[in-house]
Nanobody, 115 residues
Framework: QVQLVESGGGLVQAGGSLRLSCAASGSIFSIDAMGWYRQAPGKQRELVAIITSSSSTYYGDPVKGRFTISTNNAKNTVYLQMSGLKPEDTAVYYC?????????WGQGTQVTVSS
């Protein structure tokens, strides 16, 4: 079983920055991809960013050019550097890990951007 622990969320003013971290532990045999999704109240969960085992990255349209995803493979950790934050970025951010076709999820971390 895989455990994912997110950290780094909080309250920030519009235009500010935050860095989220997600550390994976447990029975990890191989990692196909790690990434972030978010869910705002009353909305569906949406892709924020994904990074694959070959270091390819994919971003949701709303965050392109503002957010950057990276990993520390030695530590099984994924990061999300968020800059130019907007009130519409307010959501619970969930870390995900894909291994052998199966996805694991973290408990989520709240990001609130004030205007």
């Amino acid at each position: 079983q895989v455990q994912l622990v997110e950290s780094g969320g909080g309250l920030v003013q519009a235009g500010g920055s935050l860095r989220l971290s997600c550390a994976a532990s447990g029975s990890i045999f191989s990692i196909d991809a790690m990434g972030w999704y978010r869910q705002a109240p009353g909305k569906q969960r949406e892709l924020v960013a994904i990074i694959t085992s070959s270091s390819s990255t994919y971003y949701g349209d709303p965050v392109k050019g503002r957010f950057t995803i990276s990993t520390n493979n030695a530590k099984n950790t994924v990061y999300l550097q968020m800059s130019g934050l907007k009130p519409e970025d307010t959501a619970v951010y969930y870390c995900t890990l894909v291994s052998r076709g199966s996805s694991s999820w973290g408990q989520g971390t709240q990001v609130t951007v004030s205007s």
